[in-house]
């Protein structure tokens, strides 16, 4: 296993040997520890049912949890419910289903701080700089909106709670590889304002070229860590995970020469 010669700083988010599962006696996540510093951009990537997307939706009290726990910042969060974790600073993205489609950017981004509407100025004011074209289309559907640009308000949302650690689940499933580029540069926008990200993506080189840190997931386990070049040079990862997963980012490429829906 790689470990990242980076100066040690302050873990905002911790899951220490984590199982959990969807099914009685089936378990997804078996053993998987991640920790988040302060100020991190986290990557996880791994095989399809790897357990990546189970592990944010365990963190985010989705799953049931069996063993192992979840702490924010020392405190232990194991299986708290969703909107408590909201309030003690954790922001979810997920993959699919991530806007309200009736109701305007700012009406979702309203459902975004709805336990704390006096706010929405301040937090307004927080994500327009990130995200200036928000401020132009607020009165837009968000149903109206290309894929990308659903992306956009999904994690601003997220953001109107100010977070001090953001789950991305696959932020650039769907997206034609130049909408896929725009994200990953939104997303390295939010870590550089002070939010520690953690990130499950399907473009593996993608997601290592920005990333501070990555993790690779193999059945449920952290099998291999590092910093996202030492995962990129390491001859083992890429022969065994980066090779299936650069041929399904290099078909997603192939299909960019027809015509794009998002």
Do not use: W
Request: aromatic share 4%.
């Amino acid at each position: 296993m790689t470990e990242s010669t980076a100066a040690p700083t302050k873990v905002v988010l911790r899951t220490d040997e984590l199982v959990a599962g969807y099914l009685p006696g089936v378990n997804i996540l078996n053993g998987a520890s991640i920790d988040v510093h302060e100020g991190e951009l986290i990557g996880i990537i791994g095989p399809n049912g790897a357990g990546k997307s189970t592990l944010l939706k365990a963190i985010f009290g989705q799953v049931g949890i069996r063993g192992g726990g979840v702490y924010l910042q020392g405190e232990e969060i194991t299986s708290l419910k969703a909107d408590k974790l909201v309030t003690k600073g954790v922001g979810m993205v997920p993959q699919n289903n991530n806007v309200f489609p009736t109701l305007t950017i700012q009406e979702n981004l309203e459902m975004g701080l709805f336990q704390r509407p006096k706010a929405f100025e301040e937090r307004f004011d927080f994500v327009v700089q990130l995200f200036p074209e928000l401020a132009k289309r607020r009165a837009q559907r968000a149903g109206s909106l290309s894929g990308g640009e659903r992306q956009m308000v999904a994690m601003s949302r997220a953001l109107m709670m100010d977070p001090s650690v953001l789950l991305l689940d696959e932020p650039s499933a769907g997206l034609s590889p130049v909408r896929q580029d725009e994200t990953f540069l939104r997303i390295a926008q939010i870590n550089r304002a002070g939010v520690s990200v953690l990130m499950v993506e399907q473009n593996a080189r993608r997601c290592l070229q920005i990333c501070d840190r990555g993790y690779v997931l193999d059945q449920g386990r952290d099998a291999y860590t590092g910093t996202g070049r030492e995962l990129l040079d390491d001859p083992k990862v890429t022969e065994l995970y980066l090779g299936t997963l650069a041929k399904d980012v290099d078909a997603e490429r192939a299909a960019a020469k027809r015509p794009e829906l998002d």
